[in-house]
């Protein structure tokens, strides 16, 4: 029994190889383009283990994904490769685009040539597992209920338009070709090994650097956080016992403005590394919002809870407490991310954010 992971060097897809192979123990096959955003330091626990077979390739490549898929005989795929950061998907959606829409359509294409070539027990025991996003559904207004599984779809940014178009894919290739399909849709993840232009990693890394703490116009913005963790262990639970066809939104119930996470970071850091200088809170600094900036995501959980017994292990102070410590302890992780790569983004996304009016 083998699984094939996309997007397996990137933060959810590597946290999410680890706890397989720990939690589950079934080889992976793992496809990444390694691009700047995939990291294969994060995976190197499982160098020298035979159930970890990494494959440098590009989701595109419907030849490669379908040789794969024929000589490792997976039962399931699991899909989290994409570009996965708005701001990056303003400066130049084309990759978001390639990646996240024709990328999953070759991903589908593959797999149902693959499907429809298993025996009847393997064909009806195939799953194909779709990671998506909670931006799908646009911005919530203040007071409205979370999104549930019926929201309609309204995504406000290249790359949640571009996620939105992949789930529509996976939904129409169940409802046609009758691949035996699942997705989840996430709130913001957190934890270990995420890569630093995310809002959490960034104000850590800025804040250790005594560097400005980019909170984009008024910082009331509200993201639902979830520890990359629970969000794994959301998926296996899909993997296990999620029904065919359906959707399932995953989220912590931690609805929390920006402002109040990165007072929360300072807040953590002033105890476990304090700073001569003063608070780490001092660095905060208001730059101009983002384009098009969706003000609320919240994500109603209460299928999958009910459903399929699925609860988060962690609360978000138990949470961001592991995570500050996690880079507090991973200097050399850190170290190595912050590549030429990673130096050209912070300059293009931030150069020309003057001070809000
Ligand atoms: P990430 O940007 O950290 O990692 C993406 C990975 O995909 C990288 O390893 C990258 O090299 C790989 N990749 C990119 N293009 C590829 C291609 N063409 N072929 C093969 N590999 C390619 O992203 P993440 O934060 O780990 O997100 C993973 C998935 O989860 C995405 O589908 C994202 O939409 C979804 N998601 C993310 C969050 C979040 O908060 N980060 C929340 C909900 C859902
Ligand atoms: P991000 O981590 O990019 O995730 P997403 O946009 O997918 O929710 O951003 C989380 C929130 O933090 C979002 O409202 C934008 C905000 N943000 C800042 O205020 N400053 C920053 O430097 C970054 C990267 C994000």
């Known amino acids: ?32 383009a390694l691009t ?3 990291n294969l330091r994060t995976l190197m626990s499982l160098d020298c283990d035979p159930r970890h077979i990494f494959v440098h ?13 024929v000589r490792h005989k997976p039962r399931a795929v699991v899909h989290f490769a994409a570009e996965s950061h708005v701001d990056r998907s303003i400066h130049g959606p084309a990759e978001f685009i390639r990646t996240n829409v024709t990328g999953t359509f070759s991903l589908l294409e593959s797999a149902r040539a693959y499907w429809q070539g298993l025996d009847a027990i393997s064909k009806e025991k195939f799953r194909f597992h779709h990671v998506s996003t909670d931006e799908v559904y646009g911005s919530l207004l203040s007071g409205e209920p979370p999104f549930a599984e019926t929201r309609v779809y309204e995504p406000n940014s290249p790359y949640s338009a571009s996620k939105a178009a992949s789930d529509h894919l996976v939904r129409a290739w ?29 104000m850590i890394i800025n804040a250790l650097a005594g560097k400005p703490l980019p909170v984009y116009g008024d910082g009331q913005q509200i993201r ?11 998926i296996r639970a899909v993997l296990a016992e999620g029904k065919v066809g359906e959707v399932y939104n995953v989220g912590g119930w931690n ?10 970071i300072c807040a953590l ?45 962690e609360t978000f102070e138990t949470g961001i407490h592991k995570t ?6 991973n200097q050399e992780w850190v170290d190595n991310v912050q590549s030429g790569a990673y130096r050209d983004w912070m300059a293009k996304n931030y150069a020309d954010r003057t001070a809000p009016p």
């Open 1 to 32: 029994m083998t699984i094939l992971v996309t997007g397996g060097a990137g933060f959810i897809g590597a946290n999410f190889v680890l706890d397989w192979i720990e939690n589950v123990g079934e080889p992976v096959v793992n496809v990444d």
């Open 36 to 38: 700047y955003a995939g």
């Open 57 to 69: 390739g590009d989701i595109c490549d419907g030849a490669l994904l379908g040789s794969l898929m």
């Open 174 to 202: 169940h409802h046609t070709y009758g691949l035996p399909t699942t997705i989840s849709n996430c709130s913001n993840n957190y934890g270990p090994y995420h890569f630093p232009e995310k809002l959490i990693p960034l």
């Open 224 to 234: 639902d956080w979830l520890y990359v963790a629970d969000h794994c262990s959301a």
């Open 255 to 264: 609805e929390k403005p920006n402002l109040d996470i990165v007072n929360t």
């Open 269 to 313: 850091l002033d105890e476990l590394r304090p700073d001569a200088a003063g608070s780490y809170s001092r660095l905060i600094t208001y730059v101009q919002d983002r384009p098009g900036h969706d003000r609320r995501y919240a994500i109603d959980a209460r299928k999958i809870e009910r459903e399929l017994g699925w609860r988060p292990a």
């Open 324 to 329: 500050v410590r996690w880079y507090l302890d």
